[in-house]
């Protein structure tokens, strides 16, 4: 039983070290993307104007009716002191029907004028600095490989990666203790004598000290990468969860794509109605358009809490866009067991469940299982050219002449 364990453990392993070597160590910088690509770009994130700062659904119909190709997809509601308002847009097809194509997709406006300060396409392969951290971010969990047969299909091996690394982690801890009595061994590193030896306690006292961690970032991984394909339906097999509107449709080519029956006030004007109603009293922060699933979806946050960080992140309500019909309220703490299992899944993975001390633990978790990545191959180098030299010996003491 043990030698298959180890032997599923080394395969299984040298599957997925590329990969986690990579994640961990995108995952560690991207723990802090935003203030990285604000540092990084300062064109794109501060605006100097002086003058009144307009609402930024001004700057976005000021912005469409400009441009006709393009359409806001994502618009936020509070405007930061100092700052551009960085937005999302998407195309929109023209008089005849016809779709233009961008070679951006993210605009910051100045909020006193509207002009446009910067552009970019976002999760570009580039290292250049206004896209950087949108590639390393990409990189983390889809390893730009590109789109094939309709999947994601980087997304989906990622996904794949997850639910090996999940498994792994169990077989992992099994053979880390190959008895009970010499349980100190599997927690213990012999700093002093450096070397292989080191490098294998790293590798298994280590694993054996952050299991708990890598467990979790092994789980929640399968639910970023594969959230409707596993995690969604094992899920509730033991608690049912709240229908997502993006389970209940399905989505739209481009050029099927109608144009939405509600503006985003009216949009932003129910969802506020429907919160009131459910008791939650912080206003809209921001709107996106989903044109593939035909719907609105607005978020509720207090000015500066955009991202979420401490507990489960910020309510959101669905409306069809042709209609404005409700067709999900989402309030985070709220719902079945499992509900709150798929609230809790982001901001585990993030650390922005634990806001700041959780984003450090996050990046540091990242630099680490970079490390017992690498530890692990180094182990197998090493054994496998063990192997190979005891293989040349007997080679050559079987060929020896006898006598």
Known sequence: MRATLVVLHRWFGLFIALFLLVAGLTGALIAWDHELDEWLNPHL??????GPVQHPLALANQLEAGDPRIRVSYLPLHQEPGH??????QPRPDAHGKWPALEFDQLALDPVSGAVLGQRLWGAISLSRENLMPFLYKLHYSLHIPDGFG???????FGLISIVWVIDSGIALWIAFPTWRSW???LAFRWRQGGYKLNFDLHRSGGVWLWGLLLLMAVTSVSMNLQFQVMRPLVNLFSTLSPSPFEQRTPLL??????PGLTREQAIALAQTEMHSRGVAVPPGGIFYSAEFALYGVSFFAPGDEHGDGGLGNPWVTLDAADGRILSADIPGQGSAGDLFM???????????LG?????????LGVLVAMLSLTGVIIWLRKRAGRRLMAARTVRVTAAPAG
């Open 356 to 364: 700041l001390p959780g984003r450090i633990l996050v990046s540091l």
């Open 343 to 353: 609230q809790a899944q982001f901001p585990l993975h993030s650390g922005r469940i």
């Open 184 to 186: 100190r061994k599997s």
């Open 45 to 50: 994130f501060k605006a100097s104007s002086s």
């Open 151 to 157: 999947l994601p299909l980087g997304m989906l091996l």
């Open 254 to 259: 481009l050029e099927q794509t109608p144009e």
């Open 84 to 89: 551009s308002l960085g937005l999302q847009v």
